[in-house]
């Protein structure tokens, strides 16, 4: 009997884990299967620049993990059964299941409109590829002098207003923001986005939180209604209904909660990775989601179930911060350092430079997705059949644990922490 791994979600995170995983193990006692919805690998970091109109390269999953022996399933995943071991997923063909010994939840995110009235209906999202193709659309068709309204002063919404500013001079690009523009950065930092935005023509609208969104406008907290005929709305990340749907211990906001290794901290049998999963850093402070925590939470997640399974010892993948890299346009950019916990230092590369570094980070993620073990050499293990026994009878007792402890207190109780969705 093989050992059946399913992975759930070939974005950064779940695909950098399948890779991962098929250069750690053998492929005589593991199957490796990565389930998504869609054919292709998405650089979700790319997304801004598909709304503006740029073409990205087509990275087939099927191409990327030919001859790696990881079976790819395209289908989409609708219910995680954590006592059953079981995935159901849904396509043309009507439903189905997949069995899994170990399972690695790595569904992403999506927008998060946070229940601003009217956001739902009237805003464009780029978070996801249909959203930003739908945005690309409506770009095409707005006509000069109109006014785009970016919602969010965070890393997307920063990316979002300049590129579309870049790219159409002739719309009138605005971003609403809830507290400072740049605020994040250090002094210098934001003295350069200040002069990047102006240079551009973005409006900034500061302490604007929107209250709702209207047709032609958003209203703020404060009654401040600003004119926009094109609203994209980009004020955080919410993960997807299905976790938090099993008697998992799950966030206030859906994410998986796990341990150093990116195993849950009530099903052993499952690690959550990307933004799927709330993971602590070096510093114990919770990882923001991105890819600079989705990438190394997978390689983590990876090396601790090839280590279980081996009978091996189980890495420490370093969970920290180096700096945080904003394109603004394709000629401008903004590589703020920080600290290992995510804090602006003093230091930041600024303009043409940054944006070729930033350029380079996006090639490298997508790089990285295709070569997990980052070029070096493949070592395939086969599973210690005693070590797999005793991580299947010892999370078994936990899950017997987690049934008995969830009886007691009311199933589908979340931990009640909840964290701020951002970038
Ligand atoms: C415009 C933009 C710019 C960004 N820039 C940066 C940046 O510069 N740096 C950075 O660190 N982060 C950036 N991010 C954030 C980053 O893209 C995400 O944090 C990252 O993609 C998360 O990786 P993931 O693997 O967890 O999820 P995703 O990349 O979202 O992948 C999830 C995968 O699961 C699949 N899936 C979802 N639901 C189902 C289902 N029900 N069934 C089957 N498959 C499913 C999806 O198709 C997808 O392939 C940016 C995001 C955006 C939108």
């Not at 919404?157 to 609403?176: F, H, K, S, T, Y």
């Not at 290794?261 to 993971?279: E, F, K, L, N």
Request: with cysteine; glycine share 10%; proline share 4%.
């Amino acid at each position: 009997m093989k050992h059946r791994i399913v992975v759930l979600g070939a974005g950064y995170a779940g695909a950098g884990a399948a890779g991962r995983l098929a250069r750690r193990l053998h492929p005589g006692n593991t199957e490796i299967t990565l389930v998504n919805a869609e054919p292709d690998f998405v650089e979700r970091v790319r997304m801004h620049q598909l709304a503006v109109g740029q073409d990205l390269k087509p990275r087939p999953l099927a191409d990327m993990f030919e001859g790696t022996g990881v079976r790819l399933r395209l289908t989409r995943v609708s219910s995680v059964d954590v006592d059953r071991n079981t995935v159901t997923v849904l396509d043309s063909d009507g439903a189905d299941e997949i069995e899994y010994d170990t399972l690695v939840y790595a569904l992403g995110s999506v927008w998060n409109d946070h229940g601003v009235p009217g956001a739902a209906e009237r805003a464009y999202e780029i978070a996801s590829r249909p959203g930003a193709l739908r945005l690309r659309e409506r770009l095409a068709r707005a006509n000069a002098g109109q006014t785009v309204t970016v919602i969010g002063g965070g890393l997307t919404g920063l990316e979002a207003a300049a590129e579309i500013a870049e790219a159409r001079p002739d719309l009138n690009v605005a971003l609403a923001t809830a507290g400072d523009l740049g605020d994040r950065f250090s002094p210098k930092a934001q003295e350069h986005l200040s002069k990047v935005f102006a240079g551009l023509g973005v409006t900034v609208h500061e302490h604007a939180e929107v209250a709702r969104v209207e047709d032609g406008a958003v209203v703020t907290l404060d009654g401040r209604e600003i004119p926009s005929a094109v609203t994209v709305w980009t004020a955080g990340f919410a993960v997807h209904p299905i976790a938090v749907a099993t008697p998992m211990e799950t966030t206030g906001t859906g994410q998986i909660i796990v341990d150093g290794t990116m195993r849950s901290i009530s099903h052993p049998d499952v690690y959550a990775v990307g933004d799927a999963g709330y993971a602590m850093g070096d510093t114990g402070e919770p990882l923001r989601m991105s890819c600079a925590s989705g990438t190394p939470m997978a390689w983590q997640a990876a090396d601790a179930i090839a280590a279980r399974l081996t009978g091996g010892k189980c890495p420490h993948v370093p969970l920290r911060y180096f700096n945080q890299c904003i394109s603004l346009g394709r000629k401008e950019g903004l590589i703020q350092y920080v600290t290992a916990n995510d804090r602006a230092l003093s230091f930041s590369l600024r303009g043409r430079i940054a944006a070729r570094y930033k350029e380079l980070v996006c090639k490298a993620a997508a790089w990285g997705v295709a070569n997990p073990t980052l070029g070096m050499p493949v070592r395939r293990k086969r599973i210690a059949l005693e070590a797999a026994s005793a991580r299947t009878t010892s999370a078994a007792a936990i899950k017997r644990r987690t049934v008995v402890d969830r009886t007691a207190t009311g199933p589908n109780t979340s931990s009640g922490r909840s964290r701020r969705v951002r970038r």
